[in-house]
T-cell receptor, first 114, second 117 residues
Framework: GQQVMQIPQYQHVQEGEDFTTYCNSS?????IQWYKQRPGGHPVFLIQ?????EVKKQKRLTFQFGEAKKNSSLHITATQTTDVGTYFC??????????????FGTGTRLTIIP | GAGVSQSPRYKVAKRGQDVALRCDPI?????LFWYQQALGQGPEFLTY????????KSGLPSDRFFAERPEGSVSTLKIQRTQQEDSAVYLC???????????????FGPGTRLLVL
């Protein structure tokens, strides 16, 4: 079945340093979504990428979708304490019943050293 | 509030007890999803409703798990004869459009943290 892996599993950075998490799917994806989950919280949708090679920016966050639509990355510039949390990518796949369902990656937990 | 709500937020059950977890999706949202999130893992799909119809229950781990959404709004996930391995956070998410159209944004509730002793 479809697998979505993320690396690294954990990342500790000094406040102000950059951070990148990488997402790799075993299958080609129609789109990829990114979510952020704060400690003790629930996943919050960040963005969706659809096109091959697409790059989107949200302030200090840059999201990329690979040319082959099997990998993606999230880069945060100049991290702040508010960036703490676990970042998940999620890829959809069509079930046998016709609905699309998300397969979440393993997540990258970001901690910030003040 | 206009978000997805879930209750209870925390549930402690003795092994063998039945539990019922409730999800109130965003009003008007057609799609409703249940996920199970084990500690340190990403959410794992359990089941999907389009309005009141349960179209996909392929992720339910056993026949002890049962979900319903009888009127196409509130949903309940029931776990019978709970086991320790059922301990996890159970997340509910809703989206505006039917899932087969794809590319929908899912809005997650705060989850119910279930601990089975």
């Amino acid at each position: 079945g479809q697998q979505v892996m993320q690396i690294p599993q954990y990342q500790h950075v000094q406040e102000g340093e950059d951070f990148t998490t990488y997402c790799n799917s075993s299958t080609t994806l129609s789109n990829i979504q990114w979510y952020k989950q704060r400690p003790g919280g629930h996943p919050v949708f960040l963005i969706q990428l659809v096109k091959s090679g697409e790059v989107k920016k949200q302030k200090r966050l840059t999201f990329q979708f690979g040319e082959a639509k099997k990998n993606s990355s999230l880069h945060i510039t100049a991290t702040q304490t508010t960036d703490v949390g676990t970042y998940f990518c999620a890829g959809p796949r069509i079930s046998n019943f016709g609905n699309e369902k998300l397969t979440f990656g393993t997540g990258t937990r970001l901690t910030i050293i003040p | 509030g206009a978000g997805v709500s879930q209750s209870p937020r925390y549930k402690v059950a003795k092994r063998g007890q039945d539990v019922a977890l409730r999800c109130d999706p965003i009003s008007g949202h057609v799609s409703l999803f249940w996920y199970q999130q084990a500690l340190g893992q990403g959410p794992e799909f359990l089941t999907y409703f389009q309005n009141e119809a349960q179209l996909d229950k392929s992720g339910l781990p056993s026949d002890r798990f049962f979900a319903e959404r009888p009127e196409g709004s509130v949903s309940t996930l029931k776990i019978q004869r709970t086991q320790q391995e059922d301990s996890a956070v159970y997340l509910c998410a809703s989206s505006l459009i039917p899932s087969y159209r794809g590319r929908e944004t899912q809005y997650f509730g705060p989850g119910t943290r279930l601990l089975v002793l």
